[in-house]
C-alpha cells in the first residue's frame, strides 16, 4: 500500500500563494500517477491536477490551468502543488492521491488516498 500525508494548507489571502506537499511512503513512489483533487463544502470532489510517473505529463482542469502547477520529486517521494493568484472559490479541502500507472481525471480511478488539507481563501 501506499501512504499520503498532505501539509501546506492553510488561511491566504486573495492574490496570495500556497505551496502544498504530499509526502508518500514506500520504495515504489515512482510507479504512481499522483493526483491533487479538491472537495468544496457541501461538494462532490473533483480533480484539480495529475503528473505521470517521472513527470514528464501534467494535466489540469480548467479552472486553475496558469494558476497552479503540480511537481514531484521522486527521490523525496513527494508531490506539490503550487497555487498562486489564489481566489476565493478555490477554497476546499485538497487531496492528494495515487494510482497505478497513468494519469487519470477520475477519483474513482485512484488507489490511495490522503486525509486532505484545507485551504482557505479570504477576498
Known amino acids: 500500500q501506499v501512504q499520503l500525508v498532505e501539509s501546506g494548507g492553510g488561511l491566504v489571502q486573495a492574490g496570495g500563494s500556497l505551496r502544498l506537499s504530499c509526502a508518500a511512503s514506500?520504495?515504489?513512489?515512482?510507479?504512481?500517477?499522483m493526483g491533487w483533487f479538491r472537495q468544496f463544502l457541501g461538494k462532490e470532489r473533483e480533480f484539480v491536477a495529475a503528473?505521470?510517473?517521472?513527470?514528464?505529463?501534467?494535466d489540469y482542469a480548467d479552472s486553475v490551468k496558469g494558476r497552479f502547477t503540480i511537481s514531484r520529486d521522486n527521490g523525496k517521494n513527494t508531490v506539490y502543488l503550487q497555487m498562486n493568484s489564489l481566489k476565493p472559490e478555490d477554497t476546499a479541502v485538497y487531496y492528494c492521491?495515487?494510482?497505478?500507472?497513468?494519469?487519470?481525471?477520475?477519483?474513482?480511478?485512484?488507489?490511495?488516498w490522503g486525509q486532505g488539507t484545507q485551504v482557505t481563501v479570504s477576498s
Open positions: 503528473i505521470s510517473r517521472r513527470g514528464g505529463n501534467t
Open positions: 492521491a495515487a494510482r497505478r500507472f497513468d494519469v487519470d481525471r477520475r477519483t474513482n480511478s485512484y488507489d490511495y
Open positions: 514506500g520504495r515504489t513512489f515512482s510507479s504512481y500517477a
